[in-house]
């Protein structure tokens, strides 16, 4: 099997759909609502942009988070699954939440959409950090 970075590239594509498939189910499912009102858009609200792009970009960007904690988990010989969400975990609270954390903190991005968002990534890194442990 190809490997980039010393990661199988299975488990790339695995974690990395995965995650955008959440982020799928998070924001244009589960919390379309409350994303829509604390941005303060509403059902006739018309969106001029380029979705196919915007899409792709989120998924580079879901990709380069599971090579990471891919690359993570393979350095510190992390095989076991508690250990490996343990560790996602870990990344999500001193990495995504902090850097995202910006936006509220000096912006005016809503604090909703700070919750909403928190959530999504502690779930998605602890989640594709669990997928890799059965890629180690």
């Known amino acids: 099997m190809p490997k980039v970075f010393g990661l199988n590239m299975v488990g790339i594509l695995a974690t990395s759909v995965a995650f955008f498939l959440l982020g799928f189910v998070w924001y244009g499912i589960l919390f379309i609502d409350e994303m829509m009102s604390a941005l303060g858009y509403d059902a006739n609200t018309k969106f001029n942009f380029e979705q196919p792009v915007q899409m792709a970009l989120g998924f580079i960007n879901v990709a380069v988070v599971s090579v990471g904690i891919g690359l993570l ?34 912006g005016d991005y809503p604090i909703q ?18 997928i890799w442990s059965f890629f180690g």
Do not use: E, H, N, P
């Open 73 to 106: 988990l393979k350095w510190l010989d992390v095989r076991k699954l508690v250990t490996a969400i343990k560790y996602g975990l870990i990344v999500a609270v001193c990495f995504g939440l902090t850097t995202s954390a910006y936006g509220w903190i000096y």
């Open 113 to 130: 959409m700070g919750l909403v968002d928190g959530a999504y990534t502690l779930i998605g890194y602890a989640m594709v950090a669990a």
